[in-house]
């Protein structure tokens, strides 16, 4: 895959992460996602599925902060994900790239 579709793929997916694009993806980002995936499989408040999919969410935002918050401020900037992506930092390293 060339250099060029890497960054853009991932220049795309943290466009889609940042839900209110102020440049940072952060917990609020992740509750705003569960929100409207909520809101789009109309799960009522606080019913089994809606929680599981909360908590799913939840738990998607700490791997990524885990991962690539490394100035440890709470969010996490583009440079910041693409970093972590491209050198694997997630336990496993199923995110490393290129």
Known sequence: MSQELIE?????????LDTDGDGHITVADFTAKADQMCAAFALE??????????R??????????????????????????????RSGTTANGSYRVG
């Open 56 to 85: 799913a969410y939840a738990a998607w935002w700490e791997q990524i902060r885990d991962g690539a918050d490394h100035d440890g401020d709470g969010k996490v900037s583009q440079a910041e994900f693409v970093a972590a992506i």
């Open 8 to 16: 853009a793929n991932l220049s795309g997916a943290f466009a889609v």
């Open 45 to 54: 408040p606080r019913s089994p599925h809606h929680t599981a999919l909360q």
